[in-house]
């Protein structure tokens, strides 16, 4: 599909589920059996794989016989080719992202219109109704869960070396720098698979310019070779020295591991990923403080809290017949329900439900405070590759963050390039 493909190559490798499997998940052809609904999934980890298929059996059991057959891919594998799944032979559902990235194959005519479901939702606020929301004003998403971005930490580490969270900036330096005296690597870093290091860019971009600017500047709206752009890049590598080595070599499985091993003493991730990596025993000991302040003006205003949800394949072969089709709704209707939430929640304590009615009785402190930071922010984005059109993120942001990562001294010749590149890309829209 893209440059993206060709670097990420090693995601095919030994375990991951190849394109040609991808493709042909759905090949059975229109009036196949309408209680059978085919479910293209990307939750290829341990913990929401699990808790999905017990999301998905409960479904079975109350639904009249009909069952959800789930094709699990490597999740960045999926993410990678997306496009042509999309318009080959596509699942009836399948997993996906809110927001921009939603709207982008809305826009394309590559998803049907769930408007008639969204009718009858309850639960859901204005704001993951917009989120869920093509240009069109037609809907083509149900939400599921979504979870913060923060920086996380060990409760364990701070207590043993008496760290305080930071709140600005040179806070931030400063417990690095220490951490670094500790025998500590302060920051863990990895971007391997194309997209984590987007999160940090984003927060530095948001503290310092503000929630504005970020969403112009994700809709090709804003120059990269602006002073403000800029000035993201040169705080960023006033951190890097606090960070990990070989970041572009490291997926990041394995630096939220190094976090879990004390090896780092600190993570800019999401809720799932730092979640996923530990065990259930050392579960308690996560925790997490918002990035911090550079532009006071700014604060800590704007929080990365990403969407996802359920969505219906238009070139899907089974959804040309009208029985599958009602299938496919009925899970969907399903899946927007207090009880399907709390059932995956149930396995899966590293997300926040999306609706007002799901049980939070049982959450957890993290997920409480997880919570009262998405509830406390003035603006909510939805991470890059999800706030960006799906080809310049691909196509541009993830070999040119690789690209400062490993060389940070050309900021010049870094923002140039993508200007270069972002003046084509959104001049096709």
Sequence with gaps: MSRRGLLRSAAFGAGAVTLPSLLSACDSGPGSDAKTIRLGSNSS??????????????????????????????????????????????DD?????????????????????????????QGFSPALKAQSTGEDGKQYLTPYYY???????RKSVFQQHGYQAPRTLDEYVALAKQMQKDKLVPIALCDKDGWPVMGTFDYINMRTNGYDFHRDLMAGKEAWTDKRVKEVFDTWRRILPYCQKGANGRTWQEAAQSLQKKETGMAVFGLPHVGQQFPVSEQDDIDFFPFPVINPEHGQDAVEAPIDGFLLAKKSKNLKNAKNLESAKDLLKWLATPKAEDIYLASDPNNIAVNSGADTSKYSALQKKSVELISGAKQISQF??????????STVMIPALQRFIGNPNDVDGLVNDIERQRKTIFAAD
Excluded: C
């Excluded at 979870?147 to 930490?153: D, G, L, N, R």
């Design 384 to 393: 890059m590759d999800r706030d960006t059109r799906p080809d310049f993120s």
């Design 45 to 90: 980890d341990a913990v929401p794989k699990k808790a999905f298929a017990d999301a998905f059996k409960a479904y079975g059991q109350q639904s009249e016989g009909r069952t959800v057959k789930v094709n699990t891919v490597d999740h960045n594998t999926f993410q990678e080719n997306i496009n042509r799944y999309l318009q080959g032979k596509p």
């Design 147 to 153: 979870y913060p971005w923060a920086v996380f930490h």
């Design 93 to 121: 559902v399948f997993m996906w992202f809110a927001g921009n990235r939603m709207q982008f194959f809305a826009k394309k005519g590559l998803l049907h219109d769930i408007s008639d479901l969204w009718q009858n939702f």
